[in-house]
């Protein structure tokens, strides 16, 4: 009972914390840090913790502790990130001066600027898409069979398949990463809005070329969640367009369609079809949300706490990490095979993902639990202030969509992402260059002409 009140307390302080950082928490209007709080830490994290501390989870992960004490120890841990985090997001507010309501609402209505200069923007798009396209065709080229397709021929070695597509890619992930993954989603969303705004035909073919390689990235190696993540970035756009107004209806019939994918994948790729499997709270989909992962947060509690040394930084990108001469080593793939060792060698298990502050732990300890939870809100509210008062151009509100869903998933992902995220990094330089370039161009071209004039007079 203790527990209980201890976790109903922190949820409410937390709630409203994020509520007045963000602007608002209803489920019809979703943002970058209402999104985070539903999914990342409520629906992810924090439910789990409750049940796992009244040791009522009944669940593999758990069993698999060295001491219950670390049931105990892991969940003040995750009531210290629901309040440490939006705390202090609430403090960069006050200093930056951010009302979350108000201008959450003015982002909100405002349309977005048409912008000029629409052929040398088609030609600049017509060039971004060739290259995403291009890292496509390159994806399928070095893959040795594409799940999605190996799956529609009845293959019964589907998750051999998965792990394979995505942990064993035999080119290079940078490409596949960058200018596939990231890339396609963001440049669907631009076109889409160019499109809306200019109802020409150039850009429906722009669209429809992007959106159907974003589509096929995030599916072809049979990954539940990128297509549903997918989804969302197109119902976020859709939002922000004021194209749709969701309302509680139209929420629970898009809720429902969602269910009923889930489980139409959880029956072909993964060959559950027990109903039991889809009802229990410890198990199936249900239990892959609330167990599956922040189980891996507390096994890591155990591993880096008498059982190994903590990393140090080796956790951190190894284009930083090849100055030093070290090797990459992430703790959700050192756990994995720590703790399932067997479904490493069998190829069918890859990494034990969970909330950052497992990593952070990993690598620095409590202090990486402290001060990790500090910087990673910071970061995440920093980013949610600077595009809300950016304006709201179809490039900045793609790429403020593109963070709102992508963050979310990094936030029970890693913690190194959000120390240095190589690819945030490449996808600001690569859409972001022209346009600076084009500007300084202009500026320069402003400057010679007022030069010219006041010679002339």
Not at 181 to 191: D, G, K, N
Not at 202 to 210: C, D, E, N, Q, Y
Request: glycine share 8%; proline share 4%.
């Amino acid at each position: 009972m203790v527990y209980f009140l201890i976790w109903a307390a922190v949820l409410v302080i937390s709630f409203n914390l994020f509520k007045k950082v963000s602007g608002s928490m209803s489920l019809l209007t979703p943002n970058l840090l209402s999104i985070t709080f539903y999914y990342s830490l409520l629906a992810s994290t924090f439910i789990g913790s409750l049940l796992i501390v009244l040791e009522i989870d009944d669940h593999y992960m758990i069993k698999s502790l060295s001491d219950d004490y670390y049931r105990y120890l892991g969940f003040f841990f995750i009531c210290f990130i629901m309040l440490v985090m939006p705390l202090t997001m609430f403090l960069l507010n006050k200093l930056a001066g951010f009302n979350g309501e108000k201008e959450f609402k003015s982002y909100l209505a405002a349309p977005v600027y048409k912008e000029e200069n629409g052929s040398q923007l088609f030609y600049l798009y017509c060039f971004f898409t060739a290259m995403s396209l291009g890292a496509i065709g390159y994806t399928i080229l070095k893959i040795d069979a594409i799940p999605i397709l190996q799956l529609l021929k009845g293959s019964d070695n589907l998750a051999e398949l998965r792990i394979d597509a995505s942990h064993n890619f035999g080119g290079s992930t940078v490409i596949r990463n960058i200018f596939g993954v990231a890339l396609a989603p963001i440049l669907s969303m631009v076109t889409f809005i160019y499109f809306y705004q200019r109802k020409e035909l150039r850009w429906f073919v722009l669209f429809a070329l992007t959106t159907g390689g974003a589509l096929f990235m995030a599916v072809y190696d049979l990954s539940k969640a990128p297509i549903f993540f997918y989804a969302i970035t197109v119902l976020l756009l859709l939002i922000y367009l004021r194209i749709i107004k969701l309302t509680w209806l139209r929420l629970a019939i898009l809720g429902g369609f969602g269910v009923i994918l889930l489980v139409v994948m959880y029956v072909f790729i993964q060959g559950v079809t027990e109903p039991s499997s889809f009802l229990s709270y410890n198990s199936g989909p249900i239990g892959r949300i609330l167990l599956s992962q922040v189980g891996p947060f507390y096994l890591h509690l155990d591993l880096f706490t008498d059982r190994m040394d903590l990393l140090y930084g080796q956790s951190l990108p190894s284009s930083i990490l090849g100055l030093y001469d070290m090797e990459q080593v992430r703790s959700a793939r050192l756990a994995m095979e720590v703790f399932y060792p067997q479904k490493v060698e069998e190829g069918t298990a890859g990494v034990l993902n969970t909330i950052f502050a497992a990593e952070a732990y990993a690598n620095f300890g409590y202090a990486g639990i402290l001060l990790g939870t500090i910087y990673v809100g910071a970061v995440i509210q920093i980013i949610y202030m600077l595009f809300i008062r950016l304006p709201k151009t179809p490039l900045f509100l793609a790429l403020f969509i593109y963070f709102t869903v992508n963050i979310p998933r990094i936030v029970i992902g890693g913690f190194a992402d959000f120390l240095f995220n190589p690819m945030w990094i490449a996808v600001l330089v690569i859409l972001l260059t022209p346009y600076v370039l084009f500007y300084l161009y202009r500026l320069v071209k402003k400057f010679r002409k007022n030069s010219m004039n006041g010679q002339l007079s």
